[in-house]
């Protein structure tokens, strides 16, 4: 039986589906930005696994789609991250994504301390009440 494709990786072959991880590599710059604001591209590369030149790219896309500022601070950089910034994809719309910036670098969760990631806080999720249902009582016997 001849075997087509022997040893080539695609979405069906374990290695692959082995190496997906759950945040982007935008996602990992600004959490990196998030527990340090003064730190630079060349360490957020370290930590992240990815090449400067590839962080610098992220900076900008993040830059330019509202999500960081950067000032010159001496011969460094300083990036804040936007207040109230939200969410991109429909699914988390209206979300922002100073809740998961927070937790994700390890700020402790104090509803009364400004949030590190932006201003406002992620709005908490409503958790459903039970409301109590009435239990029929037999009739007593007269």
Request: glycine share 8%; hydrophobic share 45%.
């Amino acid at each position: 039986m001849w075997l087509k494709n022997v040893g080539v990786e695609n979405e069906h072959t374990d290695t692959r589906r082995h190496r997906w991880t759950f945040l982007t590599n935008h996602a990992r710059v600004l959490v990196a930005i998030a527990r340090d604001p003064g730190i630079r591209l060349r360490d957020i590369a370290a930590g992240c696994g990815l090449t400067e030149r590839t962080v610098q790219a992220i900076v900008t896309d993040l830059q330019a789609d509202g999500y960081l500022t950067r000032t010159r601070d001496g011969r460094r950089n300083r990036y804040v991250i936007a207040p109230g910034a939200r969410f991109r994809h429909p699914a988390e719309a209206g979300l922002e994504i100073a809740g998961l910036l927070d937790y994700l670098a390890g700020h402790p969760a104090d509803p009364a301390a400004p949030s590190a990631g932006a201003a406002v806080a992620m709005a908490p999720v409503p958790v459903p009440v039970p409301v109590p249902v009435p239990v029929p009582v037999p009739d007593e016997a007269v």
